[in-house]
């Protein structure tokens, strides 16, 4: 199991990607939360941290991995396996 704090966004409850230093590629997910922040008129005003879970498929290629934010989850059921 992988399990972490992540930023979501509350306007579309999208998982923001990582923020990352540096240039290039990386930065993509630090305009995001930036321009975030930026929008709302203070540093993390706009930013919630949720607990989020990676899901790994059993039989898919990792690329398919995701992360969901806790509401996403389905409860352990019989009908639900």
């Known amino acids: 199991?992988?399990?972490e704090l992540k930023y979501v966004d509350p306007t579309t409850n999208k998982i923001l990607p990582n923020r990352k230093r540096g240039r290039g590629r990386g930065r993509v997910g630090a305009a995001a939360v930036h321009a975030l922040d930026q929008n709302n008129n203070g540093v993390g005003s706009g930013i919630?941290?949720?607990?989020?879970?990676?899901i790994h498929f059993n039989g898919w290629n990792s690329r398919w991995d995701r992360w969901v934010t806790e509401?996403?989850?389905f409860d352990d059921t019989i009908e639900n396996r």
Do not use: G, I
Not at 48 to 54: A, S, T, V, Y
């Open 1 to 3: 199991r992988k399990s």
């Open 71 to 73: 509401q996403d989850l």
């Open 48 to 54: 919630l941290q949720e607990w989020c879970h990676h």
